[in-house]
């Protein structure tokens, strides 16, 4: 594991009360964990789901805004994205203290010095000013010290973005469409900044802000593309815009409140002045780490864990709640009353960890989404694959909502009308998207329903072929629950059309049987053409290991898209005694199993394989799902800030941790959760309906790795997996861990009994 010495610098330096008090779960949440190398998660402050994300942006380069030092600094923005791959997104109404000269707008600076905390970011400039941050779910709080020598300035450019390019409509690319700004008074300026493109290729969105400081302005200029006037105001014509502020009186400390708004400047001031007013920097602060503390309390761990160990858990908790963004009352798109979230990035990869994390910790926020991503359906045709911007935008395989929902309904979550999100889930299976797939929709859905399969020549056939069967089940699922047996009965039998793929006849490395392309005339393709040579038709040979495609083929558009044929072969997570018996039974499976992971078959950093470490419970071997699910978090996670193996995809990779770590697991879509070695002794859910379940690991240890036996409310327990019902009745599931694998855990539930 790689050293967790930088971390602890940072607590016992940084933040010395943090490392002695031990009162507060927060204090071991770490920001910058994942914040290097593939995790890309936001640093700065933020509340649970909130609006704004502010932190540095270290040129418009990186999707979080941030990199470590010694990267310059241009400013800091108020809207970010935390744990994408892909383009950037957002990055918009930037702000820069300097001091010195006011006539251009090129300035920025390079950091001293930094703090990252949960709720407050500070940093030193090597110009000698300290910029500290904290933030509410609208509103950013700023306090900027400035040396005692030279003025005290601030430049607001309101045409910042980030993912900047020259090249016009470049894919992923965000682009400007337009920014006014207006000084309003001597301590206030407002504005918007209107940017289209980015990851999602989406829509132009429009950040509105309302920007108020307590220490008058003395002097002020405005600039509209290259050129600085004295103007109050510069009105939209399609070039950036910003402002410039000197302030006047004798001091060094200036306090900052920056509203935002998707809506108007006007609401921007509103909620400026709703979630800040009357309130100091400390105030915002401390009130922004109790609604933190409240939510992570939810969860509460073995307080003799290693303190690596809590820093890992608490930090991945406070990563899942992050994203969507809730921006309830802030649609500009329609104005009904009822919940609306963006920025799911995305629910390909939440819809697996996250959302029921979620489901345990805080159902009634699921319910909000569920109801959110109904009402996008309703009002803008498909609910969301991904969205960002206020627009749907990306769908990387089937319609993975429908696995949300289904996930929702067959856990019993309140609060959503099942039969309106039936009808959405509907919208998928039935309706093809018309020439807009990559935005929503189920792309190749006609070929899906006449061949049952995707035909290789349609972008991403395999993962869509596999993950249309996962959301017809999922569709099954609600159907059943709401009592429509002949609905429910069409989409089992549908759920099956991974089969058509999957080609029985096919060795590789010792393993039978993988998804592999076949044409639309039922011919499977050894084969597969590159280019658009008429006259020589080149081929590049098709392989389960054949990843992404060679360089030449558009990676937008290979059979698998993010993994291969090896790791899709293994994601049929609603059929897998199915998939056992394509496989040639138990034993083969098993030998299949052990070449994936011995092999480096296994991706760890991506969604794709997720659930593999855990398919040999249905084969009676949890023994070996924890051993892999151990392996995997001993080489891979740690406290550092490289601590991620892969983008934290807005919470995925971190809450698939949170789950593993307490020695549960999570098939989206069933009521159920998978049982294995934990890495704590003990983890104590807080439910919502007062009670708690606690999963405990008596004599637990590097040697003690193996469940040797099990009770649930001290009635021995002989299942490999736990019902959520039995989780809402509160409890404690005791694990007795010994030094071999014994026979436990032999049984799942009968199938039958899991789908009921």
């Known amino acids: 594991m790689r050293s967790s010495l930088y971390a602890l610098s940072i607590v016992f330096l940084v933040c010395p009360s943090m490392a002695f008090s031990g009162t507060r779960l927060v204090d071991y949440v770490d920001p910058r964990i994942g914040s290097e190398g593939l995790g890309r998660v936001v640093v700065g402050p933020c509340a649970p789901f909130g609006m704004v994300r502010p932190s540095p942006d270290c040129t418009p380069s990186p999707n979080s805004g941030w990199l470590p030092m010694p990267e310059r600094v241009d400013g800091f923005s108020q809207v970010h994205v935390s744990g994408t791959g892909g383009g950037p997104k957002y990055g918009n109404i930037l702000l820069l203290p300097f ?94 900044s209107r940017i289209r493109g980015g990851w999602n290729n989406g829509r ?24 600085v006037t004295d103007s109050k105001f510069q009105i939209d014509t399609g070039e950036k815009t910003g402002a410039l502020l000197r302030f006047g009186e004798k001091g060094d400390t200036v306090n900052v409140r920056v509203g935002i708004s998707f809506i108007s400047e006007l609401k921007a001031r509103y909620n400026c002045e709703k979630e800040t007013k009357g309130k100091s920097f400390g ?14 309390k939810r969860v509460e761990i073995d307080p003799t864990a290693q303190e690596e160990h809590k820093r890992m858990f608490y930090t991945a908790l406070y990563h899942t709640m992050l994203m969507p963004s809730d921006r309830s ?43 959110s991503l109904v009402n996008i359906c309703k009002r803008d045709g498909f609910m969301p694959d991904a969205r960002s911007g206020n627009c749907n935008g990306r769908t990387q395989g089937g319609s993975t909502a429908d696995i949300v ?46 061949l049952g399969y995707i035909p290789h020549g349609i972008a991403r056939a395999g993962n869509r072929t596999v993950e249309y069967s996962l959301c017809d089940f999922a569709i099954h699922q609600v159907a059943k629950c709401l009592g429509n047996d002949s609905l429910a009965s069409f989409y089992l039998r549908q759920s099956e059309s991974w089969k058509n793929l999957w080609r029985d006849d096919y060795e590789h490395d010792g393993a039978r049987g993988f998804i592999m392309p076949k044409d639309a005339s039922g011919n499977w393709l050894d084969e597969l053409p590159f280019g658009h040579s008429k006259s020589q038709r080149p081929t590049y040979r098709y392989t389960p290991l054949t990843f992404e495609g060679p360089w030449y083929t558009p990676w937008w558009n290979m059979f698998f898209y ?16 199915g998939l056992i018996a394509r496989c040639g039974g138990n034993e083969a499976f098993d030998r299949r199993l052990d070449t994936f992971f011995e092999k480096g078959y296994f991706n760890v950093n991506n969604e794709p394989s997720f659930m593999s470490p855990c398919l040999y419970h249905w084969i009676g071997r949890p023994d070996k799902s924890g051993e892999r699910v151990l392996d995997i978090i001993r080489e891979n996670y740690d406290d550092s800030p490289q601590g991620l193996p892969g983008n934290d995809d807005s919470g995925a990779m971190s809450s698939w941790l949170v789950f593993n770590m307490c020695g549960i697991y999570p098939n989206a879509g069933h009521d ?61 599931l005791r694990l007795v861990m010994g030094a ?17």
């Open 99 to 192: 001091n010195g000269g006011s006539d251009h707008t090129g300035m920025y600076d390079y950091r001293e010095n930094e703090t990252i905390l949960p709720a407050y970011y500070s940093c030193s400039f090597k110009s000698g000013i300290k910029t500290e941050i904290t933030s509410t779910e609208r509103s950013v709080a700023y306090r900027f010290v400035y040396p005692e020598s030279g003025t005290r300035n601030l430049k607001i450019d309101a045409g910042f973005f980030l993912g900047e390019t020259p090249v016009p409509d470049a894919r992923e690319a965000q682009q400007f469409v337009g920014s006014e700004i207006q000084v309003i008074s001597d301590c206030a300026v407002s504005g918007y």
């Open 204 to 227: 132009a969105y429009t950040v509105y802000f309302y920007l108020e400081s307590d220490v008058p302005f003395s002097e002020t200029s405005t600039w509209k593309g290259e050129n």
């Open 283 to 296: 105030q915002i602060r401390e009130e922004l780490l109790g609604r933190w503390e409240e939510l992570l």
């Open 329 to 371: 009352g802030e649609n500009p798109l329609w104005s009904d009353p009822v919940p609306y979230y963006d920025d799911f990035y995305a629910l390909w990869d939440t819809y697996r960890t996250s959302m029921p994390l979620m489901t345990l910790i805080d159902s009634g926020r699921v319910s909000e989404i569920v109801n």
């Open 405 to 450: 929902i289904a996930d929702a309904c067959v856990k019993g979550v309140a609060g959503i009308d099942y039969d309106e999100a039936l009808r959405a889930m509907l919208v998928n299976a039935t309706v093809p998207p018309g020439g807009n797939e990559e935005a929503e929709g189920r792309g190749g859905l006609r070929e899906y329903l006449e």
């Open 562 to 577: 993010e993994a291969s044929s090896w790791e899709y072969s293994l994601s049929i997570p609603h059929d897998v005694p």
């Open 672 to 732: 159920y959760y998978l049982i294995h070695t934990p890495v704590l002794k003990s983890a104590a859910f807080k439910l919502e309906s007062g009670k708690t379940f606690k999963i405990t690991a008596d004599n637990l240890s590097a040697d003690n790795r193996y469940i040797i036996q099990a009770y649930l409310n001290d009635v021995p327990y002989d299942y490999s997996t736990i019902r959520h019902s039995d989780i809402m009745k509160g409890g404690e």
């Open 740 to 756: 071999m694998a014994g026979k436990w855990g032999e049984r799942m539930f009968e199938e039958s009994e899991v789908k009921k």
